[in-house]
């Protein structure tokens, strides 16, 4: 259930009609805590969509009033907030889990908490949230949530990381060990390996000593893609076609055929999986990019009993206390300290470019996540001369002015506009 609205709390769903409503229709009233100290209310700028289709078309960029901090609630101004697939399939209106309309896009991101409420004791001003579920509609430059829809993050990894963090690492270490015992020098097999998930599978699987064997489609470039995902330490890197090949049984001969295969395409790329799985292993499907559905030969089952398995991990997250998923987090906030999680390719760009943004996201041999970036806008629009990586900003938290620790200084290019 979306316990949480997009930028209000827990609120009625007769009052999310009236906090959609752009700022310029509703009576003005004081925010109840901003970078500035002026008595005018945040400007708060949304990616809305008041009905389901073709994300480019129905996403709007609105102007909003900023929700009054209630005990227990935190305003966040959001830092950066990927585009990922379930996001334009919601948007769509084909996933699982559908919010009422109009609704916030957006799943993941990471932000900056500015003020808390009295009731609040897990995270304080400065700290970085990510969502706690799927559904929080983050592709906004600030809004108030319940505390209990966050989940603090350390502030030693890269922004990134922490924006990329809460769905496909975790859907990657989750399938890695939930439903196979693998050992070290196992193998796995994957398609859709250059995905943000197919580059987590990669890191995180090198971290556990497993192999991986990565299935990707022929492309122009794809010498390029190869040797960048053999940098992030993928085994073995192959074509769709190459994998149909006869050729594939020389292969297997010095290299142990896999117990595990992660399938995000279905149809014959599916097939070709399981056909390479060794006897009793499993094939867990997250994903459906080809729109076609899981072919499983009879004799597959039969001689080979082979196991099909499905992984969703807001269904994770229902079966699992809240403590086990921020623990999840934690792992791999260690792998990242350590050097063995990084984000996936990235192109960062700002929240006004959306449209854009959007549009890459849905491109064909997209390798790199669009991550909408909001933190400059925040600053600028508090009326901040962004002249160094560190600015100082002062809240308001419980009527008494606290200071706020300095911005992120992980400025890149992309977001300097260079």
């Known amino acids: 259930m979306w316990g949480c609205g997009a930028f209000w709390g827990a609120r009625a769903p007769s009052q999310l009609q009236r906090w959609l409503l752009p700022a310029s229709r509703r009576r003005r ?3 109840a805590a901003s970078f500035s100290a002026s008595a005018e209310p945040s400007r708060v700028q949304a990616l809305v969509y008041g009905h389901h289709g073709d994300p480019a078309k129905v996403v709007e960029l609105k102007n909003l009033e900023l929700a009054a901090v209630g005990g227990s609630d935190v305003h966040v101004k959001m830092l950066a907030a990927p585009i990922n697939p379930s996001d334009i399939n919601m948007i769509q209106g084909n996933y699982g889990l559908l919010p009422q309309l ?6 993941e991101g990471v932000g900056q908490v500015v003020a808390v409420g009295s009731h609040v004791t897990g995270v304080k001003p400065g700290d970085w949230v990510i969502p706690a579920n799927a559904g929080l509609g983050t592709w906004q430059t600030e809004a108030v949530f319940s505390e209990d829809a966050l989940i603090g993050v350390p502030r030693d990894i890269p922004l990134q990381s922490a924006a990329t963090l809460g769905v496909n690492p975790c859907t990657a270490y989750r399938m890695l060990m939930d439903f196979e015992q693998l050992r070290p020098g196992d193998s796995v097999i994957q398609n859709a390996s250059n995905s943000g998930v197919g580059q987590a599978v990669i890191q995180i699987a090198a971290a556990l000593g497993l192999r991986t064997i990565n299935v990707v489609r022929d492309r122009p470039d794809i010498q390029k893609l190869m040797d960048r995902l053999k940098n992030l330490g993928a085994d073995h890197v192959v074509t ?5 090949k006869p050729e594939m049984k020389n292969f297997f001969k010095n290299v142990p055929q896999p117990r595990l295969a992660l399938n995000c395409v279905g149809g014959k790329s599916s097939t070709e999986l399981l056909r390479h799985l060794a006897p009793g292993g499993t094939m867990v499907t997250y994903g459906g990019m080809a729109k076609q559905p899981v072919v499983a030969s009879v004799s597959l089952l039969i001689f080979k009993d082979l196991k099909l398995r499905g992984f969703w991990m807001s269904q994770w997250k229902k079966d699992h206390n809240p403590d086990q998923f921020k623990e999840l987090i934690f ?3 260690d792998l990242i300290r350590r050097g063995q999680l990084s984000a996936p390719a990235c192109s960062e ?5 959306y449209q854009r943004a959007l549009e890459a996201s849905m491109q064909p041999f997209m390798s790199s996540k669009q991550i909408l970036t909001m933190w400059l806008n925040n600053l600028c629009g508090a009326g901040t001369a962004l002249l160094a990586h560190e600015v100082n900003t002062s809240v308001l938290v419980h009527g008494s002015s606290q200071q706020l620790p300095p911005a992120p200084s992980l400025l890149t290019g992309a977001m300097l506009g260079h």
């Not at 109009?102 to 799943?107: D, K, L, T, W």
């Not at 769709?240 to 149909?244: A, M, N, S, V, Y």
């Not at 760009?349 to 470019?353: E, I, R, S």
């Open 102 to 107: 109009p609704a916030v896009g957006g799943n």
């Open 331 to 333: 792992t791999l906030c």
């Open 29 to 31: 009233r004081p925010a």
């Open 240 to 244: 769709e076609e190459e994998l149909r």
């Open 349 to 353: 760009v700002p929240l006004q470019d």
